[in-house]
């Protein structure tokens, strides 16, 4: 009997102190927005139906590196290369000590070419003393598991790439092209022959 209590205490000990069991743990419940979703999607909590869904989405868009330091570190400082797409949220709600509650801010890209991509603003404070970190590059279940979930299968028509340049050069590009068919049409007005 006391064999077995020690044993358990020392599981539990380990379960505080080794940042695999914090994988167990993590946010009590998650939401998705976005382009194309007519209402946020709701992810369960640990230990509610559902709540292994939410966990399979933030391990596979990299919530855990984002939040907890692992090593090796998959966590990336630079924005990926490629176009993300439009931008998607999920915000997790992070319990604490002393029933606090954090809120943590997971951007979300899962057109982006060639993998989905994740970013978590750095500095995003929790439990006080813990910080957030960086970009992650997910792997192709990460799309299949949010389309799963709700999202559509392929980006929204109209959405547009949230951080491409073209969001801005391309009103632009369509006002000189404009301008410049219409000048040609002037010009070709003028040029033409006037009949007595």
């Given at each position: 009997?006391?064999?077995?209590?020690?044993?358990?205490?020392?599981?539990?000990?380990?379960?505080v102190f080794l940042p695999g069991t914090a994988l167990g743990k993590g946010a009590s419940e998650a939401s998705?927005?976005?382009?194309?979703?007519?209402?946020?999607?709701?992810?369960?909590?640990?230990?509610?139906?559902?709540?292994?869904?939410?966990?399979?989405?933030?391990?596979?868009?990299?919530?855990?590196?984002?939040?907890?330091?692992?090593?090796?570190?998959?966590?990336?400082?630079?924005?990926?290369?490629?176009?993300?797409?439009?931008?998607?949220?999920?915000?997790?709600?992070?319990?604490?000590?002393?029933?606090?509650?954090?809120?943590?801010?997971?951007?979300?890209?899962?057109?982006?070419?060639?993998?989905?991509?994740?970013?978590?603003?750095?500095?995003q404070p929790f439990w006080t003393t813990e910080e957030t970190r960086g970009w992650f590059v997910a792997t192709a279940t990460l799309k299949d598991s949010l389309v799963a979930s709700g999202l559509p299968r392929?980006?929204?028509?109209?959405?547009?790439?949230?951080?491409?340049?073209?969001?801005?050069?391309?009103?632009?590009?369509?006002?000189?092209?404009?301008?410049?068919?219409?000048?040609?049409?002037?010009?070709?007005?003028?040029?033409?022959?006037?009949?007595?």
């Open positions: 009997m006391k064999r077995t209590l020690g044993i358990s205490f020392a599981i539990a000990i380990l379960g998705i927005t976005g382009p194309g979703l007519s209402k946020p999607i709701s992810l369960a909590g640990e230990g509610q139906p559902g709540g292994e869904e939410r966990m399979q989405i933030a391990q596979e868009a990299g919530f855990f590196p984002a939040v907890f330091a692992q090593s090796p570190n998959p966590m990336l400082d630079e924005r990926p290369v490629g176009a993300l797409g439009p931008k998607y949220t999920i915000t997790y709600v992070m319990p604490g000590p002393n029933n606090e509650e954090d809120e943590l801010v997971q951007d979300l890209y899962p057109y982006a070419s060639p993998n989905a991509v994740s970013y978590v603003a750095p500095g392929n980006a929204p028509v109209g959405a547009g790439p949230s951080d491409s340049p073209w969001r801005v050069v391309a009103p632009v590009l369509v006002l000189v092209v404009v301008g410049a068919l219409g000048a040609l049409a002037a010009i070709l007005i003028r040029r033409r022959p006037q009949t007595a």
